[in-house]
């Protein structure tokens, strides 16, 4: 039985949000891009050196515009190393690219105008206690306007996430296992099929409330 908060009314897209800011302060975050999820071939490293020289940038070009050192950049290129997704950001903002550019070449368009991501190049985000994964199923271009994900966490395992932009909302339909979700000072417990909805303007978390992993969907809209 859920207490507080009401249910929410029909959402009004917003398009003025940061990318992804409302879950993770990724520019401080120790959140790392799984970049083992994006292989086979092509890897991020060769794309986004093939990006860079056709722009006709140099190393030291992208340092400067992305505040990204010209090592961390150059292993990148060579596949090597984890970045967090804050330094995957800049660069690709520095580039002036969004993230799905990097994984074009993974999507197949057929003539039918269905866009195929393949599951092994879905983006993969954890948690700092790496106990919470995230695979980004939206694509970039609604960023700001609605995102979705399948969110598991392990047992015993918790995202805890400070307020967001007013009007937030959070959706998370459970698929397997029970979810505590608390918002403000609102908790219910949920379990597979279920949905609730609370306010992510509020402090709120995301915890496992059983003994084996939990996933959900989890849908994330600003009125």
Known sequence: ????????????????????????????????FDMSELKPTPQIGPRLRDIRKSRKLTLEDVCSRSGVAVSVISELERSKGNPTFATLWSITRALGIELSDLTDEASEVVNTGLDVQQ????????NRDNNCTLRILGPTNLVGQMEWYELEIAPGGELASSPHKADTWEHLTARKGQFEVTSDDATAVVGPGDTVRYRADKPHSIKNAGDGPATALLVVIST
């Open 1 to 32: 039985m859920v207490k507080g908060s009401p249910h929410p009314r029909p959402p009004v897209i917003a398009k003025d949000r940061d990318f992804f800011a409302y879950l993770f302060d990724y520019r401080n975050s120790a959140i790392v």
């Open 119 to 126: 599951a092994h190049f879905t983006p993969e985000i954890k």
